[in-house]
């Protein structure tokens, strides 16, 4: 292929992928603009229009929102999920990638195989069963149901870490052994560090998969003490059961810009994290 037929490819390929974009983009655009608008322009042909001096609200539907919804507990109770959740998955899974990874063996190849597995197996599957013993176990409230994610997310990354861990030489542990470190150590003060592309990758996606959660927390936590944020946007009713679409586009705008932010900061170990994790080894 030729310099001018191999540019001519690329324009064409980047004018669809930004074509692309923009088509996922839209939606999200779209519902920032009807939460600056009143009620009576959401719900007519109005909804594809830019707000007008008319329909222009401001902020009002944001504070109505945070308001009514009570959205400061809820995001609370998201943020406390989310958080535990993602350190208990990085800190549990990489140390298993590690013993899957030095310590070779029938116990060890399961372990992995069992976490691959559980990626391909459906959620509706076993969510009867896991509300059950969610019930069971007092695992029905915000503070423990990381123990549940970590099951569900265990998966993805043991299977990022171990890949990333079989390209990591063995020397550099040996040589801290040598020097007195014990296991523990080895592990918080020599390959932690090294984890830090497949770490930060592994978590911005754990991140945005628990954040966004909402079939979990429904199955297992009790919704009229504990909302998280998905549950109480679905839960956002106005009189007489109608949905104010104003105040709850607002809230789906300031549950989305968080994960924006994160994304936005940390999309450059993404790629780097899950080639590693995927290809290396």
Known sequence: MTFKAKRRTN?????????LCLIYIYPIVLILLNSLKEERAISTTRVFELPTAETFTCLTNYIYGIQEMDFLKSFGYSLVITVSSVVLILL????CAWYITRVAGTLSKTMYYLCVFSMVVPFQMVMFTL?????????????NICIIYLGFGAGLAVFMFTGFMKSM??????AAMIDG?????IFFRVVLPILKPTMISTAILETMWVWNDYLLPTLVLDIREYRTIPMAIQYFRGSYGS???GPMMACIIITVLPIIILYLLCQRYIIDGVVAGAVKG
């Open 92 to 95: 549990c899974c990489s140390m």
């Open 169 to 174: 030489p063995i020397e550099i542990e040996e």
């Open 11 to 19: 324009t064409i390929l980047s004018i669809l992928l930004g074509i």
């Open 181 to 185: 470190c014990g296991p523990l150590q």
């Open 131 to 143: 509300a059950k013993t969610a019930d069971t176990l007092k695992l029905n409230n915000p503070f």
């Open 243 to 245: 949905v104010e679409m």
